[in-house]
C-alpha cells in the first residue's frame, strides 16, 4: 500500500474487555514495531518483528499484551482485560529492513478505556 | 543504546530559522543520528538522518561536529506549519537495535 494503514482509529472499551488494533504496514517491509504514547509524551517501544519473528518484546508492559505477525505482513496488537492506564495511542511503524532506515509510522490507534 | 537530550520547548516566529540541538554523548562509532518531526494525531515522520559533518535536504539541515557528541537540526524560514515536536534519536547501523523516542522538543511557531 501506500503508506502504514492501522485500524481502528478510535476505540473505546470498558476496563477488562479484549481489544485488538491492527497494523497493515507497508508492503514488502521486513520490519515493523508499535509503540504506545501517552498525551504529551514520546513514542514508547514496545515490541519489535522482523518478518514473522518476534525478536523483541522488551516493552510489552504486562502479560495482558500480545502481538502477533504470523505470515509477515498484517500485525496485530491485542490486549487483554484493559485498564484505565492502557489508555493511549498504539502507534505502528514499519522499515523496509532491519538496519536504521527511515521508520514509516500509521497514524495509530487511539485507545480510551472507561 | 546512546541516551539523548534535547530541550522541552522552544518558541520560534515565522519566517525566522530555528535550530535544536540534541545531546548524545555516549554515541557509539557506528550510530547514525535520526531526526523525526511529529503533528498532532499523527505518527511521527521521519526528516533526516547523518553520520557527521552535514547533511541537507529540501525540509532541513543537519549539522554534526567532529566529535559526533550533539547534532543540531536546523529548520530555515520556519512557518505555522512547523508548529509540531522534533524528536533526535541514535541509531545503530549494525542489524537490529531497539528504536527509542525521547520526550522531543515541543517548538511553537508564534506569527
Known amino acids: 500500500g501506500a503508506g502504514v494503514s492501522q485500524s481502528p482509529r478510535y476505540k473505546v472499551a470498558k476496563r477488562g474487555q479484549d481489544v485488538a488494533l491492527r497494523c497493515d504496514p507497508i508492503s514488502g517491509h521486513v520490519s515493523l514495531f508499535w509503540y504506545q504514547q501517552a498525551l504529551g509524551q514520546g513514542p514508547e517501544f514496545l515490541t519489535y518483528?522482523?518478518?514473522?519473528?518476534?525478536?523483541?518484546k522488551s516493552g510489552l508492559p504486562s502479560d495482558r499484551f500480545f502481538a502477533e505477525r504470523p505470515e509477515g505482513s498484517v500485525s496485530t496488537l491485542k490486549i487483554q482485560r484493559t485498564q484505565q492506564e492502557d489508555s493511549a495511542v498504539y502507534l505502528c511503524?514499519?522499515?523496509?529492513?532491519?538496519?536504521?532506515?527511515?521508520?514509516?509510522f500509521g497514524s495509530g490507534t487511539q485507545l480510551s478505556v472507561l | 543504546l546512546a541516551k539523548t537530550t534535547q530541550p522541552i520547548s522552544m518558541d520560534s516566529y515565522e519566517g525566522q530559522e530555528v535550530n535544536i540541538t540534541c545531546s548524545h554523548n555516549n554515541i557509539a562509532t557506528n550510530d547514525y543520528i535520526t531526526w523525526y518531526q511529529q503533528f498532532p494525531s499523527q505518527g511521527p515522520r521521519f526528516i533526516i538522518q547523518?553520520?557527521?559533518t552535514k547533511v541537507t535536504n529540501e525540509v532541513a539541515s543537519l549539522f554534526i561536529p567532529a566529535d559526533r557528541k550533539s547534532s543540531t537540526l536546523s529548520l530555515p524560514r520556519v512557518s505555522l506549519s512547523d508548529t509540531a515536536v522534533y524528536y533526535c534519536l541514535v541509531e545503530s547501523s549494525g542489524g537490529y537495535q531497539k528504536v527509542t523516542f525521547g520526550t522531543g522538543t515541543k517548538l511553537q511557531v508564534i506569527p
Open positions: 518483528f522482523q518478518n514473522e519473528a518476534q525478536l523483541d
Open positions: 511503524a514499519s522499515r523496509a529492513t532491519e538496519a536504521n532506515e527511515k521508520l514509516f
Open positions: 547523518g553520520y557527521k
